[in-house]
């Protein structure tokens, strides 16, 4: 399979290549074709050509091949994932809808290119802040794709959540099913665990403290990605590469009926409107994604989706010019 990612020579490029070269993404018996981009500039491209080697050098069996390019309808041929990070991070006290000028114009010409030249079936996952608003620049780009190919990343708010709920009731991660996110990846995004149990019992009712949910459990996923900027001085990047390869991974090889989160243009479900890029409960079947339905929806998780989606909604009026 061929895998296109954007910003390859970049912070998350250098923890994802290698992991998808060693079949995290896609499976450990499925050989990958890596095709990269980068900006045209002389400094990223040699960086590029550093990260190459690096890539080489690590002689994973599943490796077919790896490309460098600085032009999108190359790097973009034929590709069966494509994942677009390559955006600008931003810095201690920035919101990320505040790259939207910076990096909107990137989503539109990609967007256009996956549409002229990649496969028919190509998933994409944007990782490039502000990610759902980006994600659906692209969507609205590639009208002869299917929307639904189109995706944003949600899943580190998920992982995140799942981090300091299974720290919270003093569980594995691993015994935390049916937890997930809505809505923008951002500081508005609503983790809700109403429905999420652990070992089977209610993650809610071993909890059992609104106050905790809304004073420290939802501020603390969602100011996670500035906490991270803070302490680092740089955006977050392992933990960025890995949500990605998560979110991909269970998209290709399916969730085995389990829930999980992904930001997808919405089919109208709990009445968000058609086409916004939001994170929804999803399960994943045969390379198909389908939102989980008939959760009921309660006063405090109704304020909480309306905001992060009049959040969006403020995303997409800014980049109507983009978009037609
Ligand atoms: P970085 O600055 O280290 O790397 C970005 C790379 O992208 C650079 O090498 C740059 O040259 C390249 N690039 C810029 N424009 C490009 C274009 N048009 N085509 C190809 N490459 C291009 O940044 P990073 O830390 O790797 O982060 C990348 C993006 O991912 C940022 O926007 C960041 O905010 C975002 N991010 C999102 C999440 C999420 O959960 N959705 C998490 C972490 C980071
Ligand atoms: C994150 O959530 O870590 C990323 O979106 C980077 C950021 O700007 O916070």
Redesign the pocket.
């Given at each position: 399979m061929r895998v296109a990612v954007t910003g390859a020579a970049g912070q998350i490029g250098y923890s994802l290549l290698f992991r998808i070269a060693n079949g995290d993404l896609l499976g450990k018996d499925q050989p990958v074709i890596l095709q990269l981009l980068e900006i045209p500039d002389e400094k990223a491209q040699k960086a590029l050509k550093g990260v190459i080697m690096e890539v080489d050098d690590c002689a994973f069996p599943l490796l077919a091949g790896i490309t460098a390019h600085s032009d999108p309808m190359t790097a973009f041929k034929d590709v069966d994932v494509a994942l677009l990070v390559g955006a600008r991070?931003?810095g201690p006290g920035m919101e990320?809808k505040d790259l939207l000028e910076a990096n909107a114009q990137i989503f539109t010409v990609q967007g256009k290119a996956l549409d002229a030249v990649a496969s028919r079936n190509v998933k994409v996952l944007v990782v490039g802040?502000p990610a759902n608003t980006n994600a659906y620049i692209a969507m609205k780009s590639a009208p002869n794709l299917p929307a639904k190919n189109f995706t944003a990343m949600l899943r580190?708010d998920h992982n995140r959540a799942l981090s300091q709920v299974a720290a919270k009731i003093g569980k594995p991660v691993s015994a935390i099913e049916k937890l997930f996110v809505w809505g923008n990846?951002s500081p508005t995004m609503y983790a809700d665990y109403r429905y999420a149990t652990a070992d089977g019992a209610s993650v809610k009712d071993l909890i059992n403290d609104q106050v905790w949910n809304k004073d420290v459990f939802l501020p603390t996923v969602g100011k996670?990605?500035?906490a991270?900027?803070e302490a680092r001085g740089l955006?977050?990047a392992a933990s960025?590469a890995n949500a990605a390869i998560d979110h991909v991974r269970d998209w290709v090889l399916g969730t085995n009926g389990k829930w999980t989160t992904m930001g997808v243009p919405s089919d109208g479900s709990y009445g968000i409107p058609e086409g916004t890029m939001f994170g929804f409960p999803v399960t994943t079947e045969n390379g198909e994604y389908k939102i989980v339905q008939g959760l009921e929806i309660d006063e405090f998780s109704q304020e909480r989706i309306n905001i992060t989606l009049k959040e969006l909604q403020e995303e997409r009026d800014g980049v109507k010019h983009l978009v037609g």
């Open positions: 991070p931003r990320r802040n580190l990846h996670r990605g500035a991270i900027i955006s977050s960025a």
